[in-house]
């Protein structure tokens, strides 16, 4: 069992091993995650399709400066989407990013994908009901969500530390168009002017996509962040329909 860090939700290991039998448990159905080891094009046409959504794990501190000039781009053109799930993170929850990101992906495909009648089913109810910087307390007040989600994470083998330097996003297949969701969390002051240690306060739209290409589309936004950064330490899982 992996030991807990200081308060809050402990961090989920970036697997399928752990990010299925967690989806099982919050009683979401209809879809599976997979392991992308390349983005190589070559590679990705062995990934199952449909593709609806992929979370990828990298270091935050390199990317946080690239990917601040790509959404205030995005601001300064006016092109932030209406009607995508996003919730802002609170510092409350602890290291939930890769929560976060799975629970971005869930909320968009909401259409898709089977999400049940149990836990999230029941917390993303009343989520689509409130702002989205009270989302987060909601999610941190779920007691059925907080004790798969502790349990999933006591499985894990990864020691847990206070110290995370890696940051979560998803990309997201919504109705054909394809959107890049990371976290805006309270705490740090940046200059967007409000609190917060995150490089991306909203969705971001990166064009039009498919079930068949929505990996290799959200490649294109993802090969342009690795070049941009020393650390190359990158992993993603995709979530396939079933």
């Known amino acids: 069992m992996a030991p807990k860090g200081k308060g809050g939700w402990q961090a989920l290991e970036s697997n399928p091993e752990t990010i299925n ?6 009683g979401v159905s209809g879809l599976e995650c997979v392991d ?29 400066e ?9 601001e300064k053109n006016g092109k932030k989407p209406e009607g ?6 609170s510092e409350d929850i602890g290291n939930a ?7 971005h992906s869930l909320g968009n ?20 009901l409130v702002k989205e910087d009270e989302r987060s307390d909601l999610l941190s007040e779920d007691t059925d969500l907080a004790e798969a989600h502790d349990e999933t994470a006591g499985e894990g083998d990864t020691e847990q530390t206070d110290n995370v330097d890696y940051h979560f996003i998803t990309y997201v ?4 168009q394809l959107y890049e969701i990371g976290k805006y969390t309270f705490g740090v002051l940046i200059k967007y002017g409000n609190f917060s ?20 589309d959200a490649s294109v936004a993802i090969k342009e962040l690795m070049n941009n950064v020393a650390n190359l330490n990158f992993s993603a899982m995709a979530l396939i329909g079933k």
């Open 109 to 128: 495909l909401e259409n898709r994908v089977n999400l049940g009648k149990g836990k999230f089913a029941k917390w993303f109810a009343k989520a689509k």
């Open 66 to 74: 690239f990917l601040s000039k790509q959404y205030e781009e995005v």
């Open 84 to 89: 995508v799930f996003f919730m802002n993170q």
């Open 36 to 64: 992308v080891y390349s983005f190589d094009e070559e590679m990705l046409q062995f990934i199952p399709t449909p593709q609806l959504a992929m979370i990828l794990c990298f270091p935050s501190s390199e990317a946080r």
């Open 97 to 103: 990013c890769g929560t976060f990101a799975l629970f």
């Open 173 to 176: 297949n919504k109705d054909g």
């Open 21 to 26: 039998p967690f989806l099982k448990k919050i």
């Open 197 to 216: 240690d995150s490089c991306a306060p909203f969705p971001r739209p990166l064009g039009s996509t498919s079930d068949a290409s929505m990996i290799k």
